[in-house]
């Protein structure tokens, strides 16, 4: 099974602690040992980091746990191949633009028959089914809506129909994001936290580290952090229900 | 004016070595002090690093120097803003999918209402006059050929007519690639180098450095770069006349 990250804050923020956890299941303490992705948002703009090997070696990522990206949307994933060729064009996260939002999608799980589902306005690089089920999805945002709707709550709805289609064809966990919702859908493992002041210590559970959270924030800072399973010892994540779906924006559940 | 660098080879190569004279002109010996990016494909992936910061400072930067990511085709760009914002979305080169092929752009000039032209398969992210050019390229290649040309020179005639369309508009010096075909097109400034066997020593305009590149190749390597101005001060350029369009792939010309 590969292992999601994803993060959306009010303000921009590293997220180099709750990496650091990640990485050491790339390879570490996980199996996880085929590569692994990261997306950032900036403003609207998305950087994104690909490494087809394992990230507990990785010189890309040692460099992002020392160079502190700040960003208000993050989605990462590290891969445990089960489909598809171990290669760059196969490593999460995806990302396509819609409506001049550039769109990240990162997946665990497999879809059964997927690739019969006819694409054309966006079309898998790579040969992996998450990827498919990516540019479908996004076909059929772009058919429904081809102009942003006006209601996020109408996308955030659509987003929760498509997510239950393909999660009808096997193991959908899911995080996805346009840049300013970052919606999370649960098919069997995806646990979620919001850090809100007052701000105290947190331990990652995969390497001796602590982080004290009112040192490194400002009190109105609202951070959530969403994973496969729960990063650190010491608060309370909410575990989702397999089928459910949450949405965030700027750190605050909004469906 | 920005700098472009291009790389196009037949086997996996690294471009350290321009990358260095390019970086120096990046605040060091050139005024382009407005951000940097650059796009490695290998295999059908594409990795790209963009920094809004200039890249003579940028860790990014330094990293990419240490680290020799091996590519075939390779698009670079530091820019010197004058149209758009500083910032991630308005920084090249610029990537869409079309035809489950990442496609890469990176411009230096300004086009005069370019902005007015109408664009709905792809839409800009960002601000700047050139991906808004791209955009509209990507939407009449699409238009022309839902599905890719079976020759490959049809898709490069295209490329040429709307290249020279754009070209009307204002300055326009373009690195294209879908990953396969590397087109340059120079309006202004763009020279060209093939090196092949037998390799030479190879020194740097920018930068205090030389490269024997018999050490670092074998004898049937074909190394193809293109840069605004030449890059090394001991080689035979091919400085490109206004207007003109030349297309490599696995480092020979192909158009």
Redesign the interface.
Known sequence: MCELLGMSANVPTDICFSFAGLMKRGGGTGPHRDGWGIAFY?????????DPHPSCQS??AQ?LRR?PIKSRTVISHIRRANRGQV?????HPFT???????WTFAHNGQLKGIKKRPVS??????TTDSEHAFCWMMEQIRMRYPDPPRRDAALTALVRDLAEEMGALGVFNLLLSDGRTLWCRCSTNLAWLTRRAPFGAAQLIDEDMTVDFAQETTPDDVVTVIATRPLTRNETWTVMEAGSMVAFRNGERVG
């Open positions: 900036e403003g609207k703009g998305c950087r994104t980091f690909h010189e890309i460099l160079y290669s760059l064009e196969n490593t396509r633009e819609l409506w001049g939002r550039v306005y966006f079309q898998p690089v790579g």
